[in-house]
């Protein structure tokens, strides 16, 4: 992550400044408010060892990073302090991800439309299977999740080399991507060999929740297709099927598929069983719809909600909410106000975001966060705790 360090200085003239905005003191760090080509992100300023330390917030990183190093290399102009130390200048040696392939889950919000019938793949690992089911369907759109960025970088490799353009790459959780699929659009959902979680239950891909997902997505006579060498999971998974009754199912041991991993083909030798699930959809699911207004109260006051914020974290039936730190904020009218660092929504991929209270009114710092059902129901939650 690009990064500076400064002698100790004084703050920079936010009045001045063209590129700085505000700046927001909190306890134990600064947060300065950049904006850059028409985006908003922040710097973090805080001491190290006698010296200051500035660098990206995490939590508001852009890309490219290329803007980033810029925005570093402005604070220093604008500081006037001593540079003990950069790497803004460096090169970008880390290979950039085809953006044909890779997207991220605000397309799958805003933009994503297809006139295809979609393919799911859920974790695909080393690709093999991924990469075949897109080779032989050329006329189907292959959604492959993964969590694993080498994996990734893996398979896109290969998508360019065998120059496949019926693949969509996503980095991110399945049991909440589905979220942003509409009803009745997708044709078959793979997951192949997914991890146990033995000891970490409560991580595992498949669920009654997920298996719900799955019949929503998935068109009339589409199929859930689970496949896994671990007998524990496929008792459990068997007896998921209870909840899914109305829904036919079958069970096959030891099946030949016409691709194979080299890891499967490793525990095939090991004379390892592999057991296959298949669910499959029988009717039509309604659109997906909810409320997913995200907006504020029109007046705050500053002084009480700081001192009503909680300290610990809130958790509701399906999301959390917890306030991590609060700023006093100074713009260049030198106006008071505060910035809110909370991290919310699900539980499994919570989301972190700046709330800015200026004037009496709120919103999200860089704007709404993604439209899901439990980031709704976390905002919720943050209107009733700031009336």
């Known amino acids: ?62 890309t490219p990073v290329s803007l980033m190093k810029k925005t570093l290399n402005q604070y220093v102009e604008e500081s006037n302090a001593k540079l003990l130390f950069t790497n803004t200048n460096a090169t970008d040696t880390k290979i950039k991800a085809e953006e044909t392939y890779i997207k991220n889950i605000e397309y799958f919000v805003s933009d994503f439309k297809t006139n295809k019938e979609i393919w799911v793949e859920v974790g695909f690992g080393s690709g093999v299977h991924l990469l075949h089911q897109a080779l032989q369907n050329p006329d189907k759109l292959i959604i492959g999740l993964e969590i694993h960025y080498p994996s990734i970088e893996q398979v896109l490799k290969q998508l360019k080399i065998q120059n496949i353009t019926n693949v969509l790459i996503v980095n991110y959780d399945a049991r909440l991507f589905l979220e942003f699929l509409d009803s009745n659009v997708v044709g078959r959902v793979f997951v192949h060999f997914p991890v146990p979680w033995d000891k970490k239950p409560h991580r595992r891909v498949m669920s009654v929740g997920f298996i719900q997902e799955c019949m929503r997505v998935l068109k009339v006579a589409g199929t859930l297709e689970l496949r896994t060498d671990s007998p524990n999971y496929f008792e459990y998974c068997s007896s998921l099927l209870e909840h899914f009754k109305a829904y036919p199912n079958k069970i096959l041991k030891n099946k030949d598929l016409d691709v194979t991993s080299k890891y499967e083909a490793r525990w095939k030798r090991q004379e390892k069983d592999i057991w296959d699930i298949t669910i499959t959809s029988i009717e039509e699911s309604a659109p997906i719809e909810f409320d997913s207004d995200f907006s504020f109260d029109s007046a705050y006051n500053i002084e009480e909600i700081k001192e009503k914020l909680p300290k610990n974290p809130i958790v509701g039936g399906e999301f959390l909410v917890n306030f991590e730190d609060c700023y006093d904020v100074e713009n260049k009218l030198r106006e008071k106000g505060l910035l809110i660092k909370v991290t919310f929504g699900s539980f499994n ?35 009733e705790i700031l009336k």
């Open 349 to 383: 991929r919570p989301v972190t975001k700046y709330l800015l209270l200026e004037e009496g009114k709120a919103r999200y710092f860089q704007g709404e966060p993604i439209k899901t059902k439990t980031n709704l129901l976390a905002h919720q939650k943050i209107l």
């Open 1 to 62: 992550m690009p990064h500076i360090l400064l002698e100790p200085h004084d703050d920079i003239d936010i009045v001045k400044s063209k590129t700085f905005h505000f700046i927001a003191k909190g306890r134990y760090d600064q947060k300065i408010c950049a904006v850059v080509e028409n985006k908003e992100f922040l710097l973090t300023k805080v001491k190290k060892n006698g010296n200051i330390l500035v660098k990206i917030d995490n939590a508001t990183r852009l």
